[in-house]
């Protein structure tokens, strides 16, 4: 006898109707605007900047080199500069003293040294405050303009010649400026030349012999 008879008839359960759910109701959608509709998506990145364009963004901070000289307020750019501005306003004078920073703290205490010509003068300031400042601030910007100066087509440097005088190396003088959005645009186009070289290269199927009965 199976374990189903000795239970007796069951009675069957009642089936509980599935009900769904009751959603909200749907609010209506504003009306689209007029004229041209939004694009979809990130905005197009704006062009990289020039090399030039963001070194002339940078914040500029340039030393000062102050003349020491007791009395004198003078900032000047750089240490030419600087010594152009000693030799021609303070050592031009008939007294031929250094008042220069520590000279001029020792001569209030004792009688100052007077040397003989402005030559000594101009060889002692060199030597003994123009030199130790330039330890410490350097040399400073140069403007002579002389990099800056485009070569003409004829001034065309020897290192860029063989023995006999003809141009072998090209020159980046009039090269252009390859800017980050180019760059990665040419760098993307080589990619996929080199996919599409690898694809057109033969198969090793088509390399292997064929084998005649």
């Not at 963004?57 to 000693?86: I, M, Q, Y």
């Not at 001569?107 to 300031?125: D, E, G, K």
């Given at each position: 006898?199976?374990?189903?008879?000795?239970?007796?008839?069951?009675?069957?359960?009642?089936?509980?109707?599935?009900?769904g759910?009751?959603?909200?109701?749907?609010k209506?959608?504003?009306?689209?605007?007029?004229?041209?509709?939004?694009?979809?998506?990130?905005?197009?990145?704006?062009?990289s900047?020039?090399?030039w364009?963001?070194?002339?963004?940078?914040?500029?901070?340039?030393?000062?080199?102050?003349?020491?000289?007791?009395?004198?307020?003078?900032?000047?750019?750089?240490?030419?500069?600087?010594?152009?501005?000693?030799?021609?306003?303070?050592?031009?004078?008939?007294?031929?003293?250094?008042?220069?920073?520590?000279?001029?703290?020792?001569?209030?205490?004792?009688?100052?040294?007077?040397?003989?010509?402005?030559?000594?003068?101009?060889?002692?300031?060199?030597?003994?405050?123009?030199?130790?400042?330039?330890?410490?601030?350097?040399?400073?910007?140069?403007?002579?303009?002389?990099?800056?100066?485009?070569?003409?087509?004829?001034?065309?440097?020897?290192?860029?010649?063989?023995?006999?005088?003809?141009?072998?190396?090209?020159?980046?003088?009039?090269?252009?400026?390859?800017?980050?959005a180019?760059?990665k645009?040419?760098?993307?186009?080589?990619?996929?030349l080199?996919?599409?070289?690898?694809?057109?290269?033969?198969?090793?199927?088509?390399?292997?012999?064929?084998?005649?009965?």
């Amino acid at each position: 006898m199976s374990y189903a008879s000795l239970r007796g008839p069951v009675s069957p359960k009642p089936v509980k109707e599935r009900t769904g759910r009751v959603g909200r109701p749907s609010k209506p959608k504003p009306p689209l605007p007029l004229g041209n509709p939004k694009r979809r998506g990130r905005p197009p990145k704006a062009p990289s900047p020039l090399p030039w364009q963001v070194y002339r963004s940078l914040p500029t901070s340039f030393t000062a080199f102050l003349c020491e000289w007791s009395g004198c307020k003078a900032e000047l750019h750089n240490l030419d500069t600087l010594r152009r501005h000693v030799s021609v306003v303070h050592c031009r004078k008939a007294s031929l003293i250094c008042c220069w920073g520590k000279c001029a703290q020792s001569s209030q205490t004792s009688a100052p040294y007077q040397f003989p010509n402005v030559p000594s003068l101009r060889a002692h300031i060199e030597k003994k405050h123009l030199i130790p400042f330039s330890w410490h601030t350097g040399d400073g910007p140069r403007n002579y303009g002389a990099p800056n100066q485009r070569l003409k087509d004829e001034e065309i440097p020897d290192y860029l010649k063989d023995d006999q005088g003809n141009q072998v190396t090209p020159s980046i003088r009039d090269q252009e400026v390859e800017d980050f959005a180019t760059w990665k645009h040419n760098r993307q186009k080589l990619k996929d030349l080199l996919v599409q070289l690898n694809d057109n290269l033969p198969s090793e199927e088509s390399d292997s012999p064929i084998d005649e009965d």
